[in-house]
């Protein structure tokens, strides 16, 4: 059984450019959420999607943005990276709105 | 605002020797308390869901309880490979699937 894949594994961005990345949930989850790991702190919510729809916003700026397919898979979209958006990026499938999440294992940013 | 705070930061223990980890929470509307272990570099993998004061589960050598205002896993008899970082969240009500972390425990088993 395929878990929650994501990619890239891992990426350098330079100040100022903007990234893309992807996220693919477990078979039969409708809800994707996002969430920002910095090292040596506990993963801070972005997003949650769920049927394609936004269900929740953390305390990101806007230059953070997301979007969920038809197939329930997801984008993350970051513009205009700051050196601290170097970053674990976690996403997570959940089958419902309210239930257990399951995370992938990460992108590794580093915006230099 | 919404708190969880784990405690310790990080513990050592000798194999065999059993322990206990805090995530202590301030929340209103608990929906649901979760236990995750991380891995270094590594996606959080999930443990347990508890979701009433009193509640508690188990699995190998790890049992997680919850009260109304603290969890705790008891780790028995660890063994190496349970070295990693365990980390706590709070799902509130309100709709939504936000998960609010604590900063977690780092635990090391050594030989």
């Known amino acids: ?4 894949t994501q990619s890239p594994t891992h990426l350098i961005k330079t100040r100022g450019q903007h990234v893309t990345l992807r996220c693919s949930p477990i078979s039969g989850h409708k809800s994707v959420s996002w969430y920002q790991q910095v090292l040596g702190q506990g993963p ?4 949650q999607y769920y ?3 936004e ?3 953390g305390n990101f700026p806007d230059r953070f943005s997301a979007r969920q397919f038809p197939n329930y898979s997801s984008e993350l979209n970051v513009n205009a990276l700051l050196l601290g958006d170097s970053a674990l990026y976690l996403c997570a499938s959940s089958w419902g709105s309210n239930t257990e999440a399951f995370f992938g294992q990460g992108t590794r940013l580093t915006v230099v | 605002e919404d708190q969880v705070t784990q405690s310790p930061e990080a513990l050592r223990l000798q194999e065999g020797e059993s322990s206990s980890l805090n995530c202590s929470y301030t929340v209103s509307g608990l929906r649901g308390l979760f236990w995750y272990r991380q891995d270094p570099g590594k996606g959080p993998e ?3 869901t508890l979701y009433s004061a009193g509640e508690e589960k188990e699995k190998e050598r790890l049992k997680a309880t919850l009260t109304k205002k603290e969890s705790f ?7 190496p490979e349970d070295s990693a970082t365990y980390l706590c969240a709070v799902h509130k009500g309100g709709g939504g699937n936000k998960l609010t972390f604590g900063t977690g425990t780092q635990l090391k088993v050594e030989l």
């Open chain 2, 46 to 48: 999930f443990l347990f």
């Open chain 1, 1 to 4: 059984d395929a878990g929650v």
């Open chain 1, 51 to 53: 049927e394609k729809e």
């Open chain 1, 44 to 47: 801070q919510f972005i997003f």
């Open chain 2, 73 to 79: 896993l008891h780790i028995t008899a660890p063994k």
């Open chain 1, 55 to 57: 269900r929740g916003r």
